[in-house]
């Protein structure tokens, strides 16, 4: 009878979410190439060449005052620092609305700009997601389907939920593939551990196992169960990361439970946003460089001058964001390290290291970074997009088993009347 409960709840819980995860696990497939496959589709926005050989890339500082005096009045709240040479760099420039004084995209149509970084010329723009731009914004669009059905804050919660369902039911699905507890005989001879471990072990085997030679029920099934089995470590990881970008009112007090510091305390609203601090760009970069090296230098962390690094704005909480590379990431592009500071003082707020400092928040950064991809270079991403395959098939598959056994129950109600 548990057995049978448990059935049910998987079986319910599948259909739930089934559409969720066959749209996360599609667009899985293309979002691990998302980089090449935006330069392939648009070329002309992504890819630049050097106007002559040894030409050197414009500072960050000097790009973005060229992007400000085009658009008098902008707001860039996200500086890359770190150009990577054969690639365009993008700003999103935004605007004071006059009447709701809110930050809002420059223009309704178009809200990120893309800039040759040997020249500082303007190469085009888009607004972000926006499909009906045609290709340009294909792969934003995916990306959006992605984690939101392009149903904007509804549509993540959804997902958010259905990410949670997800982690749940991974255990329930896991739990089904066990053989099912055998009841020994009264008067039977007890059997040895290491004897009734291998019979449990053979019980267990054809759950790994498809019958490809069998009807094509039981093909699916198979491909279901041991679909699943294969790669269980990783939709739990999926899941559970699912559930921290999406649904970050049930993520976060987990894992505080376990010791994880959140950084969004340190987010306090201002009573009124900040947007000119008393401390500009260049100085905030000057800052946040200084305060790196001490506090990298205070650990014994060495500053990676390759990686990514780029200076974040929160005019509402009146703070600075510095990113960089230091031995602690583990990303293929890094820049996950970050000290925070006030963006009038330069006081300190805080430091984050992707790894080493806080187990619980090691963790989180480690499933983010499994889940989009960003460890162990191509052969990962590979089966990142493998991964995302086989979630869509054990979607499909999860219906089309559901559908025969309720096909199967309404024929045995019409037999019996």
Do not use: C
């Not at 340009?136 to 919660?157: D, K, Q, W």
């Not at 959804?158 to 009841?183: E, H, K, M, N, Q």
Request: charged share 20%; hydrophobic share 45%.
């Amino acid at each position: 009878m548990r057995r049978q409960f448990w059935v049910i709840a998987h079986r319910w819980a599948g259909l739930t979410i089934a559409l969720f995860l066959a749209v996360a696990g599609f667009t899985g497939i293309f979002l691990a190439f998302d980089d090449e496959l935006e330069g392939l589709i648009s070329p002309r926005l992504f890819h630049v060449s050097a106007p002559s050989e040894g030409a050197r890339l414009l500072a960050a500082t000097e790009l973005r005052r060229r992007v400000l005096a085009r658009y008098p009045g902008g707001i860039i709240d996200r500086t890359p620092l770190h150009f990577e040479r054969g690639r365009s760099v993008s700003f999103y420039v935004e605007r004071i609305d006059p009447q709701s004084h809110a930050q809002v995209a420059w223009s309704r149509y178009w809200d990120q700009l893309f800039i040759d970084p040997y020249t500082g010329r303007e190469l085009g723009h888009r607004k972000w997601g926006d499909i009906g731009q045609g290709a340009v914004n294909l792969m934003p669009f995916v990306y959006r389907l992605h984690y939101s059905l392009t149903l904007g804050l509804y549509g993540s919660l959804a997902f958010g939920v259905a990410a949670l369902i997800w982690t749940f039911d991974s255990f329930v699905g896991f739990y089904l593939t066990l053989p099912v507890r055998v009841r020994r005989k009264v008067g039977a001879v007890p059997v040895g551990g290491s004897i009734a471990l291998r019979n449990w072990g053979r019980r267990w085997q054809p759950s790994w196992l498809v019958r490809w030679s069998s009807s094509p029920y039981k093909i699916s099934f198979d491909l279901h169960r041991a679909g699943g089995l294969w790669i269980w470590p990783m939709l739990l990881v999926f899941a559970w990361s699912g559930v921290a970008f999406n649904l970050t009112p049930v993520y976060v007090p987990v894992m505080k439970m376990f010791g994880a510091s959140d950084m969004r305390e340190q987010l306090v609203p201002l009573p009124m946003a900040r947007f000119h601090p008393k401390l500009d760009f260049g100085a905030a970069v000057e800052t946040g460089r200084r305060l790196a090296a001490r506090e990298m230098a205070r650990r014994h962390i060495l500053i990676s001058d390759d990686g990514d690094s780029a200076l974040y704005h929160m005019p509402a909480a009146g703070i600075y964001i510095y990113r960089f590379t230091s031995t602690r990431d583990f990303t293929k592009d890094g820049g996950r390290t970050a000290v925070t500071f006030d963006s009038d003082t330069g006081a300190l707020r805080r430091v984050d290291l992707p790894r080493g400092a806080n187990g619980a928040n090691t963790f989180t950064n480690w499933i983010m970074a499994l889940h989009m991809a960003e460890v162990w270079g191509l052969p990962y991403r590979i089966a990142v997009s493998l991964i995302g395959a086989l979630v869509t098939m054990l979607s499909v598959t999860g219906v089309i088993i559901w559908m025969k056994k309720r096909s199967g129950r309404v024929s045995r109600k019409l037999r019996r009347s």
